[in-house]
Nanobody, 127 residues
Framework: QVQLVESGGGLVQAGGSLRLSCAASGLTFSVYAMGWIRQAPGKEREFVAAISRNGEVRYYADSVKGRFTISKDNAKNAVYLQMNSLKPEDTAVYYC????????????????????WGQGTRVTVSS
């Protein structure tokens, strides 16, 4: 059974940074594309970022491009999201998500593309 455990959320002022981490278990990590999705209060879940199983392709939502960076460490079964220049509109619960991928280059592009996600970690950005 796939388990994804997020950490690293918290309260930060606008312009600040946070680094989210996700520890994955119950899967052969190297054959999964990984990503992050988020859900703000009263809104639908939305795609944030994704990385291919080989780590060479990254895809970002326009709203976070240039500010967030996704990375993964296959040796540690972990995926990270470095978030810089945070804005109040980034306030949300952030979920680590995964999708089994036959292609080493595939990256999910929307929240429904993912098959599994964790319990989430809350990020609050104050103005």
């Amino acid at each position: 059974q796939v388990q994804l455990v997020e950490s690293g959320g918290g309260l930060v002022q606008a312009g600040g940074s946070l680094r989210l981490s996700c520890a994955a278990s119950g899967l052969t990590f190297s054959v999964y594309a990984m990503g992050w999705i988020r859900q703000a209060p009263g809104k639908e879940r939305e795609f944030v970022a994704a990385i291919s199983r080989n780590g060479e392709v990254r895809y970002y939502a326009d709203s976070v491009k240039g500010r967030f960076t996704i990375s993964k460490d296959n040796a540690k079964n972990a995926v990270y999201l470095q978030m810089n220049s945070l804005k109040p509109e980034d306030t949300a619960v952030y979920y680590c998500a995964t999708k089994l991928s036959e292609s080493v280059w595939y990256t999910p592009r929307t929240a429904p593309d993912f098959a599994s996600w964790g319990q989430g970690t809350r990020v609050t950005v104050s103005s």
